[in-house]
């Protein structure tokens, strides 16, 4: 076993829509969650790894955000975020460019002060910013709590994040290769592929359905002796009215997020897509604890 090879586990955390999942993505080189910019993009743990040979293994959590619940769905989704603090080696938290900590930040900060962990403060989005304001952003989180790390960065532009990747591994402990290297997630090809189909949805939509929509797959299967895989999915909204919006004229809303998944499904499964979309009303799904089990979204596993 090489003596100085590290792992550990690193969850990303932020209010939301501050660019955890595209930092991961950009992290790991490949797109694994999904990004909008509607809040609750994310709603389960997603973990990703990280392999380099010479220095160690991370893998990364990527949380939902933290913020304060509206239902059962958000209750669940906050729930999984704050105990994932306790579980990790390092937390990297997210937060805007910003002379201002407001109340979802200060939320935030009160649930670090309960844990150990070292943590990783990432200013993102800096190149939206003047480069002399950044010095006063460091200087006004570095007063609020006690940082391992202030590193300013841009998710989008993939800038600085070398040093990020640096940073985590000074704080890993020395430790065994959890994942082959070849190991990009754990989550299963459905799991990534309804998650997909729900990006596109979010994209295409408008901004009061996508809260409540969740995908769900009723059959994947590869063709006999062809390089095609058949696929089912269901999206489920809330409302009639949401369905109606969901198809769209003559169904061209439904086929426009069908063509843009099947599009990066093929890419990721590397093979030809034949992707058919239902969409079903479940009234009230994110209260219902039977629902959110249903689609995915485990309890248990909290």
Not at 62 to 73: M, Q
Not at 123 to 133: H, L, M, P, S
């Amino acid at each position: 076993m090489n003596e100085k090879f590290k792992s550990g586990f690193v969850t990303i955390i932020g209010r939301p829509n501050v660019g955890k999942s595209t930092l991961m993505n950009h992290l790991i080189g490949q797109k694994i969650a999904i990004t909008s910019n509607k809040p609750q993009t994310t709603r389960n743990r997603i973990q990703t790894v990280y392999t380099d040979m010479e220095r160690g293994q991370i893998v990364f959590l990527d949380t939902p955000g933290i913020h304060r619940a509206k239902n059962k769905l958000g209750e669940y989704m906050v729930n999984v975020a704050e105990h994932t603090l306790n579980e990790v080696d390092v937390i990297l938290w997210l937060v805007e460019p910003s002379n201002f900590i407001g109340a979802g930040e200060q939320h935030i900060i009160e649930q670090l002060k309960k844990v150990k962990t070292p943590v990783i403060l990432i200013i993102n989005k800096v190149d939206t910013v003047d480069r002399e304001k950044i010095v006063e952003y460091i200087d006004t989180y570095r007063k609020v709590y006690d940082f391992a790390e202030i590193i300013p960065a841009s998710a989008l532009r993939a800038k600085n994040l070398d040093t990020v990747i640096d940073m985590i591994f000074k704080y890993l402990p020395y430790g065994p290769q959890f994942y082959d290297e070849d190991t990009v997630t754990d989550q299963p090809e459905r799991a990534i592929v309804a998650e997909i189909i729900r990006e596109k949805a979010l994209h295409a939509l408008d901004d009061e359905i996508p809260h409540g929509i969740a995908v769900y797959i009723d059959r994947m299967k590869g063709r006999k002796g062809q390089n095609i895989i058949d696929i089912d999915a269901t999206i489920v909204c809330e409302r009639d009215s949401h369905k109606g919006i969901i198809i769209g004229k003559g169904g061209a809303m439904l086929k426009k997020i069908g063509s843009n998944a099947r599009y990066e499904i093929e890419r990721l499964l590397d093979t030809k897509v034949n992707l058919k979309l239902w969409v079903k009303v479940k009234k009230d799904w994110r209260d219902s604890d039977f629902l959110i089990k249903n689609f995915g979204y485990n309890k248990d596993e909290i």
